[in-house]
């Protein structure tokens, strides 16, 4: 009986750590690959150069499936964790429709500005679920109370609609709430 593997991706601010991990958790291979430094174009404002996080995560990806000697149809899944309280703006095309803010720019936290070409927000954990697997979901563990319209007793989005309108967010615009730990995608 052959082993079955699963892969854990860690991406922070600075880089993006993957590793192979066997049924016994024990580290099989790993890479890290850095993120390129943010950039601020004015006092405030800290942002992704291009599309970094997901550049990142493709070349530690690609780095991994070459070190790792085992056999890939034995990788049974994949556990993503990405840069907690970024905000993320995308296009109906699943592409970036602005630099993604990290964490310490203040616009991450202030309240939401709708524009056509934004077709949905999220944190980065929902945009490289897409990029992986063509799936609008996200995990409800990374929607912070402060910047997404969740309710914390349900962990989903909140029906309050006095509340939830106070982020002016559209409700399409958001991505649909799965548990952590939940599949998002079989």
Known sequence: MSSKYIIGVDQ???STKVVIFNEKGEVICSVAEPLRPVISRRPGYVEHPDDDLWESLKIALR???EKFSGDKKDIVGLGLC???CC???MKSDGSLAAPVMNWMDIRAYQKYEDSPEISYTCPPTGYLTYRLTGELKDTAAN???WQF???V???QWSKDEEYFNSFNIPREKL???KMPGEILVM
């Open 12 to 14: 922070g601010t600075q």
């Open 63 to 65: 780095k991994l499936m």
């Open 82 to 84: 990405s840069i907690r």
């Open 87 to 89: 905000r993320v703006f």
């Open 143 to 145: 929607q912070f109370q």
């Open 149 to 151: 319209p969740i309710d």
């Open 153 to 155: 007793d349900t962990w």
């Open 175 to 177: 991505l649909e709430l």
